[in-house]
């Protein structure tokens, strides 16, 4: 039986999780230019909820202390049926998300201003499966402005072919 995670959820082994797949360290660092001069490997978790909602997800830390605080996350959600999905709200996470045209699926752009972070989001919903393209920065380091941000996570999404 695999270990279970605080909200009950299954882990999935890491050779299982291959949100890292989406994209590599060089392509990272050629959509982000000086953004990801810094960047790490890819570091994959994953897991499956009791209802069958696989999250897998690939964290590029930007910096050289690994924090998520400052990392490229892209995440896969898989739900177990299209009932399953149509239920869920893949822009909850998102503060005035807008819609972005142009990509695979329905997807949505937001730019979160936390306490201590920005974040760029991208979010894209096909089928039974969502996939975000998060930029979280530290507040004190110069972020895009949401346009140039959109713009960003759009090319790291159709370099991921999404």
Not at 25 to 51: C, K, M, N, Y
Not at 91 to 118: C, D, F, H, I, K
Not at 127 to 152: H, N, Y
């Amino acid at each position: 039986m695999p270990p279970t995670a605080r909200d009950g959820s299954s882990l999935i082994p890491t050779t299982e999780v291959g949100a890292c797949s989406l994209l590599n360290v060089e392509q990272v660092r050629s959509v982000l230019g000086d953004a990801a001069r810094d960047i790490q490997a890819g570091e994959v978790a994953g897991t499956v909820s009791p209802a069958g909602v696989r999250h897998e997800n690939c964290i590029y830390p930007l910096d050289p202390a690994g924090t998520t605080t400052h990392a490229v996350i892209l995440e896969i959600v898989t739900y177990p049926d299209a009932a399953s999905r149509a239920a869920a709200d893949p822009w909850e996470a998102m503060m005035s998300p807008t819609e972005v045209t142009g990509l695979w699926g329905e997807a949505r752009y937001a730019t979160n201003r936390l306490s201590q972070t920005t974040e760029h989001v991208l979010a894209v919903a096909r089928g039974t499966q969502v996939w975000r393209f998060v930029v979280s920065q530290p507040q004190e380091i110069s972020t895009w402005e949401p346009a140039e941000g959109q713009a960003v996570l759009r090319k790291l999404a159709e370099t991921a072919r999404i």
